[in-house]
């Protein structure tokens, strides 16, 4: 055993026969999900798109569909966005907004193609890697050169096998949301952290909901096969599990004063853009575009911190996490409040916030649920304890695309009829036409038609 060291060990039940034998032996899950020996390669589209694989003109695959290329291609739909993500760049907007950051061609700059394309280091570029893929295969799926890429159709694997041999599991809801929030959020790699001045110059404002955007994309069916591999997901562990690894995302990032500050300036990203991007006038009549919320003892006037997600995740945890409600919905409290007090005590109570956060992750990802779970979320977010929230534009938005999700989730479960469903769409549809437009919104007819709505699906109960 001289020399033999764990790294060794570990790279040994990493080698692709060895996995074959775990699979077999249904001991591959035991083993960390972090892949190839070394670092591995990213080898572009074009390793996954033969006609065996995955590049089939038709969906007709005997285990999975076959034709995903084709969905991620897909020129005029949402299930095509990613595809399209670094031909934006050389639009209009992509090049206004690196012409006013200085960054030169957008379709170049490292602080676009974090997100834009594939975020892959230079060195672990394959062969067939080209950054024009956009947001290909392996930004959701993992690295697959020397990883999983060989692997994952070969007799016996499983999907236990391919996670042992570096693919990303996107199966588990706390997986799929930290690889979503990269981009659609921020994280610390390079080239993927959106700055307010990002957003001054164009760019658009950013809001994550875990299972609208899953199903936007998704490319796989969800049948018997995929059940037996996988399990049956829930389309309300993922939207819950979304919603606090958000959380925990944004308060992370925001406590490190790297992210948190911009030269004397906090770093405006975090805050809610829309109290201080309103009509200002100095007439008798004043129009504010927000009110002051009773769960944000800020001081009147300042900017408060974007809490779209904390306002979902504190329902959330009251419905399905009451054991822990109370101590995130107190750290919440703390967080504003520290807001008002001075940068260095408002990132530690977001650290504190960050950690409650992750703890209801974990619970939320490991425990079961039942039918009526749905309803009860449903009806927190639209209750009194919750709605005196909804002041704000982007909070309002992300209420009234929680309570369409998980409708269609009590639907696709078959717990709500399509019929009652679209009785209720109309209410559905007043909630977003009065966050239709940020300088329009209207909190008053919002809170009423969410109220509205929230109260005939409870009626379904």
């Keep these: 055993m001289t020399g033999l060291t764990a790294k060794r060990i570990l790279g040994l039940f990493r080698r692709p026969q060895v996995i074959r034998l775990l699979a077999v032996a249904g001991l591959a899950a035991l083993y960390p999900a972090s892949g190839a020996i070394g670092n591995p390669t990213f080898e572009g589209v074009a390793s996954c798109a033969g006609s065996t694989c995955h590049g089939r003109a038709e969906g007709n695959g005997a285990v999975v569909r076959q034709d995903e290329i084709a969905t991620w291609q897909e020129p005029s739909s949402p299930s095509g966005a990613h595809s399209r993500a670094y031909a934006v760049l050389g639009g209009r907007r992509g090049q206004q907004i690196a012409a006013s950051l200085g960054l030169g061609d ?15 280091p230079v060195a672990q570029r394959g062969a067939k890697f080209t950054l024009t893929d956009g947001v290909g295969c392996e930004s959701c799926h993992g690295a697959s050169g020397g990883s999983w890429l060989a692997e994952h ?12 041999a570096g693919l990303i599991p996107l199966d588990n809801p706390k ?17 993927q952290f959106v700055t307010h001045a990002m957003m001054a110059a164009g760019h658009p404002r950013v809001s994550f909901e875990l299972d609208l955007f899953s199903a936007l994309q998704q490319h796989h069916n969800l049948d018997a096969d995929y059940t037996a591999r996988k399990g049956a997901p829930s389309s309300l562990r993922f939207w819950a599990v979304g919603q606090a690894e958000a959380v925990r995302r944004s308060t992370g990032l925001f406590a490190q004063p790297k992210f948190a500050m911009e030269g004397a300036f906090p770093q405006f990203y975090f805050y809610d853009c ?40 504190s329902a959330t945890a009251g419905a399905l996490v009451p054991g822990e409600a109370a101590a995130f919905r107190t750290a919440s409290r703390d967080f504003h409040k520290a807001m ?27 425990r079961a649920y039942a039918s009526a779970d749905a309803f009860r979320v449903i009806a927190i977010i639209a209750g009194e304890a919750t709605a005196p929230r909804f002041t704000d534009y982007a909070g309002s938005v992300q209420a009234v695309m929680g309570i369409d999700t998980l409708l269609n989730a009590l639907v696709k479960e078959g717990r709500v009829t399509a ?6 769409r109309g209410d559905i549809a007043r909630a977003y036409n009065a966050v239709d437009a940020p300088n329009a919104y209207r909190p008053a007819d919002f809170r009423a038609a969410l109220k509205s709505a929230a109260g005939a699906i409870g009626r379904l109960q």
Excluded at 153 to 164: C, E, I, K, L, R
Excluded at 278 to 296: C, H, M, S, V, Y
Excluded at 351 to 358: D, K, V, W
């Design 419 to 424: 019929g009652a469903a679209a009785g209720i």
């Design 106 to 120: 957008a379709k170049q700059a490292p602080a676009c193609l974090g997100c834009h394309s594939t975020f892959a």
């Design 175 to 191: 997986a799929r949301a930290n690889v979503c929030l990269d981009c659609h959020y921020g994280s610390s790699k390079p080239g």
């Design 340 to 366: 008002g007090a001075g940068p260095g005590e408002a990132r530690a109570a977001a650290q504190a916030l960050s950690a409650r956060a992750g703890a209801l992750s974990d619970a939320l990802s490991g």
């Design 153 to 164: 159709y070969a007799v016996p694997a499983t999907h236990a096998s391919n996670v042992a």
């Design 274 to 313: 829309h109290s201080c991007h309103r009509t200002i006038t100095d007439g008798p009549q004043r129009k504010l575009t927000f009110e002051t919320n009773p769960a944000r003892p800020i001081p009147f006037g300042n900017p408060p911190f974007n809490d779209e997600n904390i306002i979902m995740l």
